[in-house]
């Protein structure tokens, strides 16, 4: 099992910043493979950027070159450094975590935090 509980969203004026960060608790961070992934009204949940248990990162490219996504293992923590950002931003933003034990899928999922961009 692992419990992720998200932070850093709010309210932000267009072409500001933000930091998610995703603390982790309970299992083995180190072999997980975490995300950021966002919901906006009446959409539908998509990828934003994932960080391997290696530490390679891959980004949705309607973020690439704004937003970057790192992890500290010894903090058993993600972030999502978010620049530059747009109103199409607006969205909840959820941490992932995902491996596969036993040749099964697994994840696990935070409970979302509320990212608004507006003048």
């Known amino acids: 099992q692992v419990q992720l509980v998200e932070s850093g969203g709010g309210l932000v004026q267009p072409g500001g910043s933000l930091r998610l960060s995703c603390a982790a608790s309970?299992?083995?961070?180190?072999?997980?493979?975490m995300g950021w992934y966002r919901q906006a009204p009446g959409k539908q949940r998509e990828l934003v950027a994932v960080?391997?248990?290696?530490?390679?990162?891959n980004y949705a490219n309607f973020v690439k070159g704004r937003f970057t996504i790192s992890r500290d293992n010894a903090k058993n923590t993600v972030y999502l450094q978010m620049n530059i950002l747009k109103p199409e931003d607006t969205a909840v933003y959820y941490c992932?975590?995902?491996?596969?034990?036993?040749?099964?899928?697994?994840?696990?999922w935070g409970q979302g935090t509320q990212v608004t961009v507006s003048t």
């Open positions: 992932n975590a995902h491996s596969t034990i036993a040749n099964k899928p697994i994840d696990y």
């Open positions: 309970g299992s083995i961070f180190s072999i997980y493979n």
């Open positions: 960080v391997s248990s290696g530490g390679i990162p």
